[in-house]
């Protein structure tokens, strides 16, 4: 019985710690996939969340920000991917095309929306670029003489900002 008690253990830090997955666990610990999804059932059965337990794990080790960052660039990849399959498609009608891009928008929105309401330095750090390529816009039409010197000082001001709101 103990030998059990230690194999759940470890399997528990395995997932929750190590962020592993059930089955890879259970080859590790010389048990079943469905002993392992056994124990981490038994376990929120009596109390301990294994997944709520992993997700608390991850954002004391990495931070709330950190985390979120890395789910909006994991969003903006898969985003990019769709958009460029959209480009590559030649048998979409242009009415499923608009559907599909504003659609897309939509999500986009919703996703920077919840990422800035999760984390105020990244909805800083968004509204701090945002005014950056607002301003971007603005010189060349009413200061074209100014672009040049605007275009050397944007780009490491936007690395500045990058720095002040990580």
């Known amino acids: 019985m103990a030998a059990n008690d230690d194999a759940r253990r470890e399997a528990r830090t395995r997932y929750v710690i190590d962020r592993q997955s059930l089955p890879v666990i259970a080859l ?3 048990v079943s996939s469905s002993t392992a999804s056994r124990w981490k059932r038994d376990a929120k059965r009596n109390g301990d969340d294994w997944d709520v337990a992993r997700a608390a794990s991850t954002v004391q080790g990495e ?3 950190s985390l979120i960052a890395r789910l909006v660039e994991d969003y903006v990849i ?3 991917a769709t958009i ?3 480009k590559s498609r030649t048998d979409m009608q242009p009415l499923e095309r608009a559907q599909v891009l504003a ?3 939509d999500s986009m ?3 920077t929306a919840s990422a800035g309401r999760l984390s105020p330095k990244i909805n800083k750090l968004g509204v ?3 005014v950056l390529r607002l301003l971007g816009e603005f010189l060349p039409e009413q ?3 100014h672009t040049e010197a605007l275009l050397e000082v944007l780009e490491p001001f936007g690395g500045r900002l990058a720095e002040v709101y990580k």
């Open 143 to 145: 200061f074209p003489q």
């Open 28 to 30: 590790a610990l010389g």
């Open 103 to 105: 659609s897309l928008a």
């Open 128 to 130: 701090a670029m945002d």
């Open 84 to 86: 460029d399959d959209l």
């Open 63 to 65: 931070g709330l920000d």
């Open 109 to 111: 929105s919703k996703t």
């Open 78 to 80: 898969q985003h990019q």
